[in-house]
């Protein structure tokens, strides 16, 4: 993003307290609102810090991703050490104070299900052996590339007297697939025009629906190795102060050693970001997601990669931090997440994602859809 871009974009939401403070992917499905796993790097590592997700099967819904790798699309800014300037540290702390105001004056809401629809891109690339990289069956050594993209649909709903909770997922809804060249097309063909993987299934796989009450733990929102419970979400501290601390008690249980051997990077601004999404796309108040912007700006690794638009054609502002591979892109004018995008690494084996956050809201029942 250039520097006078920037500042526009920032000058034009600053409020006047922001003035004063100057397996390669096999059975793997990350979609969130149907996976959850406990995995990560331990600290330091020369490796970017992420967070995995093996696939967790849900009845007839567990995906193959058969060697799928969800790129995440060019980063105009990169992932590069922490800087100054309005592409840099001091710009990301301008934008997420501004980002803070605005998601604080947003009018709380509350409802019986929380609706989600989300779309996610999958770049399936050919196979090619390499260390570390499993072998899979000759029938699934891809020899091709393309894109498939799909959409899902999610309620999760308190049941009346919150007795307990039930959850609703409708998918692979408006599948699509294209191909970078005719030869790749050609070579699909080729193979006799193979089903390709989407999220829910394959490009053959039906629309469907799934309902299940067997607790939260498959869409609990996830702080390193900890789980905060769905019910609880919308009870978390409200106020910089109170939630820094509430995330610091748990960053430190995890450098300690958290579960399934993850352990916390040194870098609690690091911390906090990788899993920040998972709290954004959650039914979480005004006055959380406000304080999770206001830690995220006295983070010194992170900063703006600049400008962008989404594949959806939306314009954002992609904000990452020094050490990983996340890049999260917000929409300035509402301080709303847009998308969450997680690069591959290819080295250890780990497919990356690019999931966009088309719709979400309260409503009253499963099956509505709030207006806006």
């Not at 997700?53 to 995906?63: D, F, I, S």
Request: glycine share 10%; net charge positive.
């Amino acid at each position: 993003m250039k520097h006078d871009e920037l500042d526009r974009v920032v000058n034009a939401l600053r409020p006047a307290t922001v003035d004063e403070l100057a397996d390669a992917a096999y059975e793997r499905r990350p979609d969130a609102a149907l996976v959850r796993a406990r995995a990560g790097t331990s600290a330091p590592s020369p490796h970017p810090a992420r967070r995995r997700r093996p696939a967790y099967a849900l009845g007839a819904t567990a995906v193959a991703a058969a060697a799928a790798v969800l790129v995440a699309g060019s980063l105009s800014g990169g992932h590069g050490g922490a800087r100054n300037g309005p592409n840099g540290t001091g710009g990301a702390r301008t934008f997420l104070l501004a980002s803070a105001e605005t998601a604080a004056r947003q009018p709380a809401t509350h409802g019986t299900c929380w609706y989600s629809r989300t779309r996610m891109w999958q770049d399936l690339v050919p196979f090619k052996l390499g260390p570390g990289v499993p072998t899979p069956k000759v029938e699934r050594r891809r020899t091709f590339q393309a894109r498939t993209a799909s959409s899902t649909e999610d309620w999760r709903c308190t049941l009346p007297g919150g007795t307990g909770m039930r959850f609703r997922t409708h998918l692979p809804l408006d599948v699509r697939v294209t191909f970078p060249t005719k030869k790749d097309e050609a070579a699909w063909k080729a193979a006799g025009s193979p089903p390709l993987d989407v999220n829910g299934g394959t490009t053959a796989t039906k629309p469907h629906t799934v309902t299940y009450d067997k607790g939260s733990h498959l869409v609990n929102p996830e702080i390193g190795s900890h789980e905060i419970e769905w019910r609880t979400v919308p009870k978390l501290p409200a106020t910089k102060s109170g939630l820094e601390a509430y995330l610091r008690r748990l960053w430190q249980q995890d450098r300690e050693g958290g579960a399934h051997g993850y352990t916390a990077p040194a870098d609690f601004g690091q911390y906090v970001f990788v899993s920040a999404w998972d709290l954004f796309m959650a039914p979480t108040t005004p006055g959380t997601r406000a304080a999770l912007y206001r830690i995220l700006a006295d983070s010194s690794s992170v900063h703006l990669t600049g400008r962008i638009r989404d594949r959806e054609g939306r314009s954002g502002v992609g904000i990452t931090a020094q050490g990983t591979d996340v890049r999260l892109v917000v929409d300035p004018a509402t301080g709303r997440l847009l998308d969450y995008e997680q690069l591959p690494d290819l080295a250890r084996g780990a497919a990356g994602e690019y999931l966009a956050f088309e719709r979400q809201g309260w409503v009253d029942r499963i099956g509505t859809v709030p207006s806006s």
